[in-house]
C-alpha cells in the first residue's frame, strides 16, 4: 500500500507570508494522484490543490501552489500572503489512477497550520 | 440540503453496544465514502459505494462494521459491539464522480462516536 509521510506536525506563519507544508509517499505506481485537503476546526474536509502525476508542470490555484519532484516523490504546498482563514490541519493525499487498486484516498497525519496575525 | 449531512453528531456509547451512523449525500452524486478518522490522525478508507453497489469495502477493520446504501442515496454505516479502538470521527464523502473523480469529493462534518 502507498503510505504518506507529513514530517511536519505544526507549522506557524504570520499574515501575509508564505509558508511551505511538506509531504513525501512511496508507491511503486507510475501514475497517480496527489492532492491536498484543509480541514478547518468544524471539520468538514476541503480540496485545496491537486496534481496527476503525468503532468509536470506544477498545479496552482491562486495563492496555492505545489512543488511536484516526482522522482523525489515529493508533494509540497505552498501558502502565498497567508489569511487567518487559512488555520487548519492541511492533508496530503495520494490515490492510485484506477480501480484496481482500489478507490481509497490515502492521507497523512496532517500538518496543523497557525496564522499570527 | 446543500451540502454531506451526517448524523449524530456526537454519539458516546458504552462497550459493547451497536452504533448507527448515518450519511445523507449531495442529492445525485454517484460515488459515497466512509473514513474513519482517529485523534490525531489522517482518514483512514473504510468503503466505497457506487450508488448501491458497494464495490470496495477492503478498509472495513473487523467484520463488527457493515454498511450499506440500499437506495443509491442514505447509507448507515453500523458498528456492532463497539470497543473503546472505534472511538474515531467517522466521515463520509460523496461526488458526482465515478470513484470520486479526480479528488472531488464533498465531505460532511463527521460523526464523532466515544465509546467508554
Known amino acids: 500500500a502507498q503510505t504518506v509521510t507529513q514530517s511536519q506536525p505544526e507549522m506557524s506563519v504570520q499574515e501575509a507570508e508564505t509558508v511551505t507544508l511538506s509531504c513525501t509517499y512511496d508507491?511503486?505506481?507510475?501514475?497517480?494522484?496527489l492532492f491536498w485537503y484543509k480541514q478547518p476546526p468544524s471539520r468538514q474536509m476541503i480540496l485545496v490543490i491537486r496534481?496527476?502525476?503525468?503532468?509536470?508542470q506544477n498545479a496552482t490555484e491562486n495563492r496555492f501552489s505545489v512543488n511536484f519532484q516526482k522522482a523525489a516523490k515529493s508533494f509540497s504546498l505552498k501558502i502565498s500572503d497567508s489569511q487567518l482563514g487559512d488555520a487548519a490541519m492541511y492533508f496530503c493525499a495520494y490515490r492510485s489512477p484506477d480501480s484496481n487498486s482500489g478507490y481509497a484516498l490515502n492521507f497523512g497525519k496532517g500538518t496543523s497550520l497557525l496564522v499570527t496575525p | 440540503g446543500a451540502g454531506v449531512s451526517q448524523s449524530p453528531r456526537y454519539k458516546v456509547a458504552k462497550r459493547g453496544q451497536d452504533v448507527a451512523l448515518r450519511c445523507d449525500p449531495i442529492?445525485?452524486?454517484?460515488?459515497l465514502f466512509w473514513y474513519q478518522q482517529a485523534l490525531g490522525q489522517g482518514p483512514e478508507f473504510l468503503t466505497y459505494f457506487q450508488n448501491e453497489a458497494q464495490l470496495d469495502k477492503s478498509g472495513l477493520p473487523s467484520d463488527r462494521f457493515f454498511a450499506e446504501r440500499p437506495e443509491g442515496s442514505v447509507s448507515t454505516l453500523k458498528i456492532q459491539r463497539t470497543q473503546q479502538e472505534d472511538s474515531a470521527v467517522y466521515l463520509c464523502a460523496s461526488s458526482p464522480r465515478l470513484a470520486g473523480g479526480v479528488g472531488e469529493l464533498f465531505f460532511g462534518e463527521g460523526s464523532r462516536l466515544t465509546v467508554l
Open positions: 508507491t511503486s505506481e507510475s501514475d497517480y494522484y
Open positions: 496534481q496527476e502525476a503525468y503532468k509536470q
Open positions: 442529492s445525485g452524486h454517484v460515488s
